[in-house]
T-cell receptor, first 113, second 116 residues
Framework: AQSVTQPDIHITVSEGASLELRCNYS??????LFWYVQSPGQGLQLLLK??????LVQGIKGFEAEFKRSQSSFNLRKPSVHWSDAAEYFC???????????FGTGTRLKVLA | GAVVSQHPSRVICKSGTSVKIECRSL??????MFWYRQFPKQSLMLMAT?????????EQGVEKDKFLINHASLTLSTLTVTSAHPEDSSFYIC????????????FGSGTRLTVV
């Protein structure tokens, strides 16, 4: 069965520090992978997506993610976190072309000043 | 481009009444729309898939008679929560998929439903 695992429920980092949010997926074929960010009470904003090609993808707000097929991972990274990055981050997988998502449980990021 | 508009953003209703939530694709045609539900501090769970001109497909455990979905056009899908109860209080969010324009990863801004 398809699934997405985000092992870290909460992460706290200091402003300016680097960040890595983990995401592992289980999917039979080549997945479409996404990272979304959700601020409290808000909808989802797409940070980046991977469909095929270069396994290192760049997104908005200085985020990037690397697709590693051998590890079934799609970890999100940012070299220097800003206080405004505090939010909930969701990794998701979708079957190709349908955009029917399976979401991970989310990682809540807290940024210390 | 690829904007999905969802209304209302917040709604409070009395127990036993019905509430309609609209999801519109503003600048593209969406042959398929998805409805998700998110309980506080939890992830988003797919409720149903809405296909233009046909019946919606519901996920296991979702009551189709309680959550009525209509997808009458390529730009509009509606979710009606019938006979709402406090346990239906949640954050409902839609996304458009299977689009002719290729935009399948845009979500609406969500609707916070509170049943009192």
């Amino acid at each position: 069965a398809q699934s997405v695992t985000q092992p870290d429920i909460h992460i706290t980092v200091s402003e300016g520090a680097s960040l890595e949010l983990r995401c592992n997926y289980s999917y039979g074929a080549t997945p479409y992978l996404f990272w979304y960010v959700q601020s409290p009470g808000q909808g989802l904003q797409l940070l980046l997506k991977y469909f095929s090609g270069d396994t290192l993808v760049q997104g908005i707000k200085g985020f990037e993610a690397e697709f590693k097929r051998s590890q079934s991972s799609f970890n999100l990274r940012k070299p220097s976190v800003h206080w405004s990055d505090a939010a909930e981050y969701f990794c998701a997988v979708a079957s190709g072309g349908t955009y029917k998502y399976i979401f991970g449980t989310g990682t809540r990021l807290k940024v210390l000043a | 481009g690829a904007v999905v508009s969802q209304h209302p953003s917040r709604v409070i209703c009395k127990s036993g009444t019905s509430v309609k939530i609209e999801c519109r694709s503003l600048d593209f045609q969406a042959t398929t729309m998805f409805w998700y539900r998110q309980f506080p501090k939890q992830s988003l769970m797919l409720m149903a898939t809405s296909n233009e001109g046909s019946k919606a497909t519901y996920e296991q455990g979702v009551e189709k008679d309680k959550f009525l979905i209509n997808h009458a056009s390529l730009t509009l899908s509606t979710l009606t929560v019938t006979s709402a109860h406090p346990e239906d209080s949640s954050f409902y969010i839609c996304s458009a998929g299977g689009t002719r324009g290729g935009y399948g990863y845009t979500f609406g801004s969500g609707t916070r439903l509170t049943v009192v």
